[in-house]
Nanobody, 124 residues
């Protein structure tokens, strides 16, 4: 069974840095796009950054030039380096991966999977 497990969240002072990691495990044939989302209480989940299997990236305007997404395809892992953190960045961050895995039929299943979320707090 495919699982995405995030780590690296925590408390940091404004202007500080954190690095989030998300590792995909289980029987996986191929991982396409990997991404980080975040969701504040009472708000919709929003895309923070995404990266294709070939390394193309895109970022939300609010984090451009402060956050960097990267991935290690050999480890099925995606990272989010967050620098110059602001109080507005504090919330729960979720990892997402579009990947191909075995199904109950002879045709593999391709769909999105989510991690359980990791809390980021920014406070002095």
């Amino acid at each position: 069974q495919v699982q995405l497990v995030e780590s690296g969240g925590g408390l940091v002072q404004p202007g500080g840095s954190l690095r989030l990691s998300c590792a995909a495990s289980g029987i996986i044939f191929r991982i396409y796009t990997m991404a980080w989302y975040r969701q504040a209480p009472g708000k919709q989940r929003e895309l923070v950054a995404g990266i294709t299997s070939g390394g193309r990236t895109n970022y939300a305007d609010s984090v451009n030039d402060r956050f960097t997404i990267s991935r290690n395809n050999a480890k099925n892992t995606v990272y989010l380096q967050m620098d110059s953190l602001k109080p507005g960045d504090a919330t729960v961050y979720y990892c997402n991966a579009d990947l191909q895995a075995p199904s109950r039929t002879v045709v593999p299943s391709t769909r999105g999977y989510w991690g359980q979320g990791t809390q980021v707090a920014v406070s002095s």
